[in-house]
């Protein structure tokens, strides 16, 4: 079974950047795993920020970038901002049409 | 403005069954494969089922094989979920989303506000 590893927390001071990343419990993150991450803050749906590795979703700030870093896919959001605490979670596509979600991780700014 | 905007949710006995729907709008809902991402309270996200855009195939997480039916009609801009034999592990809300593209893997990019199943007696 497929499991996707995420930082159950994290802080960042505001302005500051942090990276959070997405692995797999065995094996490396690749472009083929479509790595896509979402935000998502209390009593509110998911907001699509990041699909298909780096692809910015509309709207969102440039701030928020990804990547593959090293066996890991990474969301690096740069001048964190208050409103940028939240959940976080990432969703690797693990193929035959199936995708794994990793635990998220909650950022706090402070 | 795309929209999704899901309906059917509400309380039901283990065991038993509830249709979820889906209705999208303002882009080319035949052209995009659609998803079920369901979130129980207080956890995190868990993949449920997808249906790919053009021909249409359909695939499930393991957890809801053979219980849970995806589908979906392109004349209505509708996407459905029947869900069967339904435990209390089901209660989570779930979330209709539009996939970026038609393949089975185009993430999601739109996410609808949620419908609510709660299975307990």
């Known amino acids: 079974q497929t499991v996707v590893t995420q930082e159950p927390s994290f802080s960042v001071s505001p302005e500051g950047t942090v990276t959070l990343t997405c692995g797999l419990s065995?094996?490396?993150?690749?472009?083929?795993?479509?790595p896509s991450w979402y935000q998502q803050t209390p009593g509110q749906a998911p907001r699509t920020l990041i699909y298909s590795t780096s692809i910015r979703s509309s709207g969102v700030p440039d701030r928020f970038s990804a990547s593959i870093l090293g066996k890991k896919a990474a969301l690096t959001i740069t001048g964190a901002q208050a409103d940028d605490d939240a959940e976080y979670f990432c969703v690797l596509y693990t193929g035959g049409g199936s995708w794994v979600f990793g635990g998220g991780t909650k950022l706090t700014v402070l | 403005e795309v929209q999704l905007l899901e309906s059917g949710g509400g309380l039901v006995q283990p065991g038993g069954s509830l249709r979820l729907s889906c209705a999208a709008s303002?882009?080319?809902?035949?052209?995009?494969?659609m998803s079920w991402v369901r979130q129980a309270p207080g956890k995190g996200l868990e993949w449920v089922s997808s249906f790919s855009g053009g021909g249409g195939t359909t695939y499930y997480a393991d957890s809801v094989k053979g219980r849970f039916t995806v589908s979906r009609d392109n004349s209505k801009d509708t996407l459905y979920l029947q869900m069967n034999r339904l435990r209390s592990e089901d209660t989570a809300l779930y979330y209709c989303a539009k996939c970026s593209g038609w393949r089975p893997y185009d993430a999601f990019d739109i996410w609808g506000q949620g419908a609510m199943v709660t299975v307990s007696s």
């Open positions: 065995s094996g490396s993150v690749a472009r083929s795993h479509y």
């Open positions: 303002g882009f080319n809902f035949s052209n995009h494969a």
